[in-house]
T-cell receptor, first 112, second 113 residues
Framework: AQSVSQHNHHVILSEAASLELGCNYSYGGTVNLFWYVQYPGQHLQLLLKYFSGDPLVKGIKGFEAEFIKSKFSFNLRKPSVQWSDTAEYFCAVNANNNDMRFGAGTRLTVKP | NAGVTQTPKFQVLKTGQSMTLQCAQDMNHEYMSWYRQDPGMGLRLIHYSVGAGITDQGEVPNGYNVSRSTTEDFPLRLLSAAPSQTSVYFC????????????FGEGSRLTVL
């Protein structure tokens, strides 16, 4: 079955620490990959996306993600987190035109 | 810029009651969808529509109905609410395929007692 896995349910970091959130998917063929962020009490917003080309994509607020096709992975990174990055992060995969599947989410808490 | 608007934001129902969650978008998007968000399970697709008059089932369609009579509106109906439908519901629309980005409403928190 098609699925998206996020390995970390809750990550707690201190400000200035580096962040890496894992995402793996089980779709075959061509996929489009996304990371969305949900700040407390808000709706989901797009952080970054990968369709094709350079597998290292840069998004808003200093986030980046790397697509590794051989590992079916699309991990999210940020060199130095801030308190304002506290949020829930969702990896999403679109393997056809109409069905965007989301991972279970990773809650990030950044301590000031 | 209104974007995607959902109503109501909060609703409490008793088991067996029916209700409709409203969703409207003003971006002329053909694609619209409904997700439910539950702790530890992320977002799961309920139903989606690729244009007026066309709807299809997603991952968890049971207990929900949708219709798409106009491009702007995509209501989600619960015909006989059950406690298992307690969740936060998000409507989303998508622009041209080559952007792929979903635009979400602010969510509707539904509690079924």
């Amino acid at each position: 079955a098609q699925s998206v896995s996020q390995h970390n349910h809750h990550v707690i970091l201190s400000e200035a620490a580096s962040l890496e959130l894992g995402c793996n998917y089980s779709y075959g063929g061509t996929v489009n990959l996304f990371w969305y962020v949900q700040y407390p009490g808000q709706h989901l917003q797009l952080l970054l996306k990968y369709f094709s080309g350079d597998p290292l994509v840069k998004g808003i607020k200093g986030f980046e993600a790397e697509f590794i096709k051989s590992k079916f992975s699309f991990n999210l990174r940020k060199p130095s987190v801030q308190w304002s990055d506290t949020a829930e992060y969702f990896c999403a995969v679109n393997a056809n035109n109409n069905d965007m599947r989301f991972g279970a989410g990773t809650r990030l808490t950044v301590k000031p | 810029n209104a974007g995607v608007t959902q109503t109501p934001k909060f609703q409490v129902l008793k088991t067996g009651q029916s209700m409709t969650l409203q969703c409207a978008q003003d971006m002329n998007h053909e694609y619209m969808s409904w997700y439910r968000q539950d702790p530890g399970m992320g977002l799961r697709l309920i139903h989606y529509s690729v244009g007026a008059g066309i709807t299809d089932q997603g991952e968890v369609p049971n207990g929900y109905n949708v219709s798409r009579s106009t491009t702007e509106d995509f209501p989600l109906r619960l015909l006989s609410a059950a406690p298992s439908q307690t969740s936060v519901y998000f409507c989303a629309s998508r622009g041209p395929w080559d952007t792929g980005e979903l635009f979400f409403g602010e969510g509707s928190r539904l509690t079924v007692l």
